[in-house]
């Protein structure tokens, strides 16, 4: 008997169902989103590598998994849009490889003790993260645990980056960056 309510696949389905190919790709889900209440419900897969995610990414990605999730198709499934995205630049810096995936870019850091630092990320590895920070015209770099990070947003630049941050950004990471 059909169900009265068309259904989709849950995030657990749609995440064991794309991992390994997505893996197999060379990227890794971050999140999936199932949203039954948006007129299509949509499929949200959110996904990221080493390399970033770019169109052509995000084409390949999204011929990877519409055959996949078709073959979850039923009678009883509702029709849905999939959208295959990345993290975005207003998603927080939560773990070691998001740090370094963003390496270059420059991030607002809220330290546990409330502080506010904002640098450019150099050298991540060993649960720290080097930050080139410019005061007035003059850089330094400044170590963090990532254990003493409350929240890391990436800042969206309008213009490009100072080659003197980008140097020493590249500096930062001697002997040994990730």
Do not use: C, W
Not at 108 to 129: C, F
């Amino acid at each position: 008997m059909a169900p009265d309510v068309p259904l989709l696949p849950t995030q657990k389905q749609v995440l064991e169902l794309l991992d390994g190919e997505f893996a197999r790709a060379g990227y890794e889900i971050e999140d999936v989103v199932v949203n039954s209440s948006t007129r299509p419900p949509r499929i949200t897969v959110i996904a990221d590598s080493d390399d970033g995610l770019d169109l052509e990414a995000i084409a390949t990605l999204s011929r990877i998994a519409s055959p996949l999730l078709d073959a979850l198709d039923s009678a009883d499934t509702a029709p849905y849009v999939l959208e295959i995205t990345s993290r975005g630049v207003d998603r927080p810096l939560t773990e070691e490889k998001h740090f370094r995936r963003a390496r270059t870019r420059k991030v607002e850091v809220v330290l546990e003790d409330g502080s506010v630092v904002t640098g450019r990320i150099g050298h991540v590895g060993d649960g720290a993260v080097r930050l080139v920070i410019a005061d007035r015209g003059k850089l330094s770099v400044r170590e963090l645990k990532l254990s003493e990070i409350a929240k890391a947003v990436v800042q969206v630049e309008f213009s490009p980056p100072n080659q003197r941050e980008l140097d020493l950004v590249e500096q930062s990471g001697k002997g040994g960056d990730a």
